[in-house]
């Protein structure tokens, strides 16, 4: 079985130009996670969808970040104007609904952006 | 302020030796509790998970954790450590069982040859 595919694995951009990332989440998985990861922190939530609506987005920093599932499986999570204090990995995860007990979230290798 | 604490961010031990790596959370009630385990370069793995019932779980790579409600922990032990093990392992919580994971800051682990 695939796992959570994210691209690109690094970027590195200068501060205030705009970045994207993109997620596929495992096939079937009705619920997508996005996952901002400091380092030496662990990771904050960003934002949930299941299928194609926003379940929560509470962490989300709408002035710059913005994330869409428009079809219900894959995801783009975009930052701009992008700050120095954005570099971090983000993280992608999946997981087959969005509650219950034996509903495990599967993670992506993450994208390490860097800001200049 | 609810929260998740790994008071130990690194730790050292030789391989073969045994490992507790603490956390705490500081929720009203039980939250879902789990341990995860991030190699480097790669992505979060689920180690183990406890929800209720039998406070000690069992998880995968021979780890295990106990939760205790009267210090609302939930460490995580090894009885014998492999040089593979060295990687960083994160605590979270999940207070309302809505998959909305809260992370500790990580404990980062090294195995001595």
């Known amino acids: 079985e695939a796992g959570v595919a994210q691209s690109p694995r690094y970027k590195i951009i200068e501060k205030r130009q705009s970045v994207a990332f993109w997620c596929n989440p495992i096939?079937?998985?009705?619920?997508l996670y996005w996952y901002q990861q400091i380092l030496g922190q662990g990771p904050k939530l960003l934002i949930q969808?299941?299928?194609?609506?926003?379940?929560?987005d509470s962490q989300l920093p709408k002035d710059r970040f913005s994330a869409e599932r428009l079809k219900g499986v894959d995801s783009t999570l975009k930052i701009q104007p992008a700050k120095l204090e954005d570099s971090a990995v983000y993280l992608c995860?999946?997981?087959?609904?969005?509650?219950?007990?034996?509903?495990?979230?599967?993670f992506g290798p993450g994208t390490r952006l860097t800001v200049l | 302020a609810q929260s998740v604490t790994q008071p130990d961010i690194h730790i050292t031990v030789s391989e073969g030796a045994s490992l507790e790596l603490r956390c705490n959370y500081s929720?009203?009630?039980?939250?879902?509790l789990f341990w995860y385990v991030q190699s480097p370069g790669q992505g979060l793995q689920l180690l183990l998970k406890y929800f209720s019932g039998d406070t000690l779980v069992q998880g995968i790579k021979g780890f295990e954790a106990e939760f205790k409600r009267s210090q609302s922990s939930f460490n995580l032990r090894k009885p014998s450590v492999h040089w593979s093990d060295a990687a960083e392992y994160f605590c979270?919580?999940?207070?309302?069982?809505?998959?909305?994971?809260?992370f500790g800051q990580g404990t980062r682990l090294t195995i001595n040859p």
């Open positions: 096939s079937g998985h009705a619920t």
């Open positions: 995860a999946s997981s087959e609904r969005t509650s219950g007990r034996n509903n495990e979230q599967f």
């Open positions: 979270a919580v999940d207070p309302q069982g809505a998959q909305k994971l809260v």
């Open positions: 969808f299941q299928n194609n609506g926003v379940v929560d």
């Open positions: 929720y009203g009630a039980t939250p879902y």
